[in-house]
């Protein structure tokens, strides 16, 4: 039953096969969203160098990826090339057409509007009286045929103009021109794109780049939807185009403008003669015409003027030969242009070129996008784990872990130990955190308690220049002296009473 209306409804059939990528689309976009969701918040600690496996695969995907894209541009570039291919042989169909309308133009005008003026100036000419009756009805009935033929041939002419006048291909062709070069201009700008990023997370994974690994993951989503989008319509366009190339020749006579008979579109594409086409009837009732055209005017140059002596009777006679060798010319051009082999050879070209290599980079560009789309959607999901992993805290003291691509030590690097909570949440005074460091001082002698505030006092100050309050952060710790600082090579001086207090304290 399904399958039965995909045959009879074939737009709904596309419409249901190009919402299969988008399907696709919308569940991958879901399922990247949980696992953000789930673990945007994961500040498990991980090993120095559980990150190089993520590295390889996302290099690995990133090459990968540039081979798709790879493809379908190679897969554009030669679509491109066989619509070309069809265009030209729709160009030389559109010539034929042109030649058929020109003819059929210049055999009307020649057996109608110019064939008038002459007609008159004989019948007027064979208006005077002549002693042997008989050769005047014999001239009389050759005029009659010739007026009679004349009219025929030229109605014959606007028969065959009239179905192809309101047919322009070479607009036509014009408008595949345009319509093919702006595809083939955003095709190489959509691949290029993808590629540009795939290229970027290389190098993103390669270069430790935190903030570029995030921008490009971006990147990659965007990527991930234009592909699958992509899918949707070369999807679309791969089952009509293969539908169409079962039988082309019918499909352009189905699709063919509707003031175009469709039995002859269908017998000038197939060449099949099982029946006559309306242009080839015409042309014979054409060809007929002018013969007796010619015939007539035969006898008339012969009779005439030996029976008559008016002056415009030959330049009328000249005047209906040249129109008749004329359309004579025509219909040998008409004969040949409304051959139908001659239109099936130019068809069956433009067929082949878009049936053969142009359904073939169609199929390619339509495997490439898939093939990104998929690799897109895992770039996207190592990117977001990778740079989940760089961006994990390490006990909660806002710094990062290893390097993105470190070789895993980390001993080189060293942070600071998180300070105490400040009770008010605001660092407190420098005298305040004086009076703190005294109440949780031992008792000392004046002169060992004068000193020690002595040397608070000096490396403090330098404190406060260097590290903007570390010292009193230490105060509130419960340190008994203040660590040193970097001071540009210069410290706090004691007087030598201290230094001697405090060398007698160590020993």
């Given at each position: 039953m399904t399958l039965m209306i995909l045959t009879r409804c074939p737009g709904m059939s596309l419409g249901i096969l190009g919402s299969i990528p988008g399907a696709w689309l919308i569940l991958t976009l879901t399922v990247l969203l949980i696992y953000l969701l789930t673990r945007c918040c994961d500040r498990k600690q991980r090993p120095p160098k559980s990150i190089t496996a993520l590295k390889i695969t996302l290099m690995i995907l990133s090459v990968l990826c540039c081979g798709a894209i790879g493809v379908g541009l190679f897969g554009n570039d030669d679509l491109h090339n066989a619509m070309l291919q069809s265009i030209q042989a729709g160009n030389q169909l559109a010539s034929l057409v042109n030649t058929v309308?020109?003819?059929?133009?210049?055999?009307?005008?020649?057996?109608?509007?110019?064939?008038?003026?002459?007609?008159?100036?004989?019948?007027?000419?064979?208006?005077?009286?002549?002693?042997?009756?008989t050769a005047l009805g014999t001239l009389l009935r050759a005029l009659s045929a010739l007026r009679n033929n004349a009219s025929a041939a030229a109605s014959a002419a606007d028969n065959l103009k009239r179905p192809l006048a309101a047919l322009n291909l070479d607009a036509v062709m014009k408008r595949a021109w345009v319509g093919e070069a702006a595809r083939w201009a955003g095709g190489m700008a959509g691949w290029c794109c993808g590629g540009a990023v795939c290229v970027a997370l290389l190098a993103a994974a390669a270069r430790r780049s935190r903030r570029a690994l995030l921008l490009l993951c971006v990147c990659a989503l965007g990527a991930l939807v234009a592909c699958w989008s992509a899918s949707a319509v070369l999807t679309a366009g791969a089952v009509a185009s293969a539908d169409a190339c079962q039988e082309p020749a019918r499909a352009v006579a189905h699709h063919a403008p509707h003031h175009l008979p469709v039995d002859m579109v269908y017998y000038y594409l197939s060449c099949k003669v099982s029946r006559e086409n309306v242009l080839t009837a015409e042309l014979r009732n054409a060809q007929r015409a002018v013969v007796a055209v010619r015939q007539a005017l035969a006898v008339l140059s012969r009779g005439a003027p030996q029976m008559f002596t008016d002056?415009?009777?030959?330049?009328?006679?000249?005047?209906?030969?040249?129109g008749t060798g004329e359309a004579e010319r025509a219909l040998v051009s008409l004969s040949g242009a409304l051959e139908c082999r001659t239109a099936r050879a130019y068809f069956v070209a433009a067929a082949r070129a878009a049936c053969d290599a142009g359904l073939q980079a169609l199929s390619l560009q339509l495997l490439a996008a898939i093939a990104a789309g998929f690799l897109f959607t895992a770039i996207v999901l190592v990117d977001s784990h990778a740079w989940i992993y760089i961006n994990t805290k390490r006990g909660g003291s806002g710094e990062e872990q290893a390097p993105f691509l470190s070789?895993?030590?980390?001993?080189?690097?060293?942070?600071?130990?998180?300070?105490?909570?400040?009770?008010?949440?605001?660092?407190?005074?420098?005298?305040?955190?004086?009076?703190?460091?005294?109440?949780?001082?031992?008792?000392?002698?004046?002169?060992?308690?004068?000193?020690?505030?002595?040397?608070?006092?000096?490396?403090?100050?330098?404190?406060?220049?260097?590290?903007?309050?570390?010292?009193?952060?230490?105060?509130?710790?419960?340190?008994?002296?203040?660590?040193?600082a970097p001071h540009n090579g210069k410290y706090a001086t004691l007087s030598k009473q201290c230094k001697t207090l405090e060398s007698s304290d160590f020993y």
């Amino acid at each position: 039953m399904t399958l039965m209306i995909l045959t009879r409804c074939p737009g709904m059939s596309l419409g249901i096969l190009g919402s299969i990528p988008g399907a696709w689309l919308i569940l991958t976009l879901t399922v990247l969203l949980i696992y953000l969701l789930t673990r945007c918040c994961d500040r498990k600690q991980r090993p120095p160098k559980s990150i190089t496996a993520l590295k390889i695969t996302l290099m690995i995907l990133s090459v990968l990826c540039c081979g798709a894209i790879g493809v379908g541009l190679f897969g554009n570039d030669d679509l491109h090339n066989a619509m070309l291919q069809s265009i030209q042989a729709g160009n030389q169909l559109a010539s034929l057409v042109n030649t058929v309308k020109n003819q059929s133009s210049i055999l009307e005008e020649a057996m109608g509007s110019r064939a008038r003026a002459p007609l008159a100036r004989l019948a007027d000419a064979l208006d005077a009286p002549v002693a042997n009756q008989t050769a005047l009805g014999t001239l009389l009935r050759a005029l009659s045929a010739l007026r009679n033929n004349a009219s025929a041939a030229a109605s014959a002419a606007d028969n065959l103009k009239r179905p192809l006048a309101a047919l322009n291909l070479d607009a036509v062709m014009k408008r595949a021109w345009v319509g093919e070069a702006a595809r083939w201009a955003g095709g190489m700008a959509g691949w290029c794109c993808g590629g540009a990023v795939c290229v970027a997370l290389l190098a993103a994974a390669a270069r430790r780049s935190r903030r570029a690994l995030l921008l490009l993951c971006v990147c990659a989503l965007g990527a991930l939807v234009a592909c699958w989008s992509a899918s949707a319509v070369l999807t679309a366009g791969a089952v009509a185009s293969a539908d169409a190339c079962q039988e082309p020749a019918r499909a352009v006579a189905h699709h063919a403008p509707h003031h175009l008979p469709v039995d002859m579109v269908y017998y000038y594409l197939s060449c099949k003669v099982s029946r006559e086409n309306v242009l080839t009837a015409e042309l014979r009732n054409a060809q007929r015409a002018v013969v007796a055209v010619r015939q007539a005017l035969a006898v008339l140059s012969r009779g005439a003027p030996q029976m008559f002596t008016d002056p415009g009777l030959q330049p009328a006679l000249g005047a209906l030969g040249a129109g008749t060798g004329e359309a004579e010319r025509a219909l040998v051009s008409l004969s040949g242009a409304l051959e139908c082999r001659t239109a099936r050879a130019y068809f069956v070209a433009a067929a082949r070129a878009a049936c053969d290599a142009g359904l073939q980079a169609l199929s390619l560009q339509l495997l490439a996008a898939i093939a990104a789309g998929f690799l897109f959607t895992a770039i996207v999901l190592v990117d977001s784990h990778a740079w989940i992993y760089i961006n994990t805290k390490r006990g909660g003291s806002g710094e990062e872990q290893a390097p993105f691509l470190s070789s895993g030590s980390s001993a080189a690097t060293r942070s600071l130990p998180r300070p105490a909570p400040f009770p008010n949440g605001k660092p407190p005074s420098y005298s305040a955190a004086v009076q703190l460091m005294d109440l949780a001082e031992p008792q000392r002698p004046s002169s060992e308690a004068a000193c020690a505030r002595r040397s608070r006092m000096s490396g403090s100050a330098t404190l406060g220049r260097a590290s903007g309050g570390l010292g009193a952060l230490g105060a509130l710790g419960g340190a008994h002296t203040l660590g040193r600082a970097p001071h540009n090579g210069k410290y706090a001086t004691l007087s030598k009473q201290c230094k001697t207090l405090e060398s007698s304290d160590f020993y």
